[in-house]
């Protein structure tokens, strides 16, 4: 099922420094993971994804790690920019088109 | 790129009153659409998916009578909150899947009743 929570853990970090947001996931036959970014009053921007058949993939700035064994999602920001402060949920999908959501995480970027 | 538009962004109505949020593809064709609601501080919970030329399928737990969803054409869902009341307020979200795979997310539509 779905994981909601009432407060939204938060990671803040510096301008130019990497974060690295964490998302343990529930279903163990979800095959395909996503990162999205949400905006304050936005709907959710996708950012990278990832398929179980690999554990590392690389995008601009950003990489996916997973670990199936522990069923656990990392996101990786390099150098991280005001502009990447949002909230970002990982998301799991598996033999659905059904898109189940994570807690989120805030980043927050102070200079 | 591929773009779902929703519509409106947002709307304030007043408690009883019914609302429709609109949800199109801009650029291909989606036999499925998904709506999520979302509430402060929380992360997007999954109300029903939408297909098109049948029933939606809904979640437990969301009245189907309350939350009613039309996909009349590849290209457009529609939710309506039929006598909408305070606790209603939320963030509603659209979802639509380019080829089964690509999702793309509306911009979302706050709706706020008084």
């Known amino acids: 099922g779905e994981s909601v929570g009432l407060h939204l853990p938060t990671l803040s970090v510096q301008e130019g420094d990497n974060s690295i947001i964490n998302c343990a996931y529930s279903?163990?036959?979800?095959?395909?993971f996503i990162w999205y970014k949400q905006e304050s009053g936005k709907g959710p921007q996708f950012i990278i994804d990832?398929?179980?058949?690999?554990d590392k993939r690389q995008g601009q700035r950003v990489t996916v790690l997973l670990n199936k064994t522990v069923k656990h999602l990392s996101l990786q920001i390099a150098a991280t920019q005001p502009g990447d402060s949002a909230v970002y949920f990982c998301?799991?999908?598996?033999?659905?088109?059904?898109?189940?959501f994570g807690t989120g995480t805030r980043l927050q970027v102070f200079p | 790129g591929a773009v779902v538009s929703q519509h409106p962004s947002w709307v304030i109505c007043k408690s009883g009153t019914s609302v429709k949020i609109e949800c199109r593809s801009l650029?291909?064709?989606?036999?499925?659409m998904f709506w999520y609601r979302q509430f402060p501080k929380q992360s997007l919970m999954l109300m029903a998916t939408?297909?098109?030329?049948?029933?939606?399928?809904?979640e437990q737990g969301v009245e189907k009578d309350k939350f009613l969803i039309n996909h009349a054409s590849l290209t457009l869902s529609t939710l309506t909150v039929t006598s909408a009341h305070p606790e209603d307020s939320s963030f509603y979200i659209c979802?639509?899947?380019?080829?089964?795979?690509?999702?793309?997310f509306g911009q979302g539509t706050r709706l706020t009743v008084v």
């Open positions: 650029d291909f064709q989606a036999t499925t």
């Open positions: 998301a799991e999908r598996g033999n659905t088109d059904k898109l189940i």
């Open positions: 979802r639509a899947d380019r080829d089964h795979t690509e999702a793309f």
């Open positions: 279903n163990s036959a979800s095959d395909y």
């Open positions: 939408s297909n098109e030329g049948s029933k939606a399928t809904y």
């Open positions: 990832i398929r179980s058949n690999m």
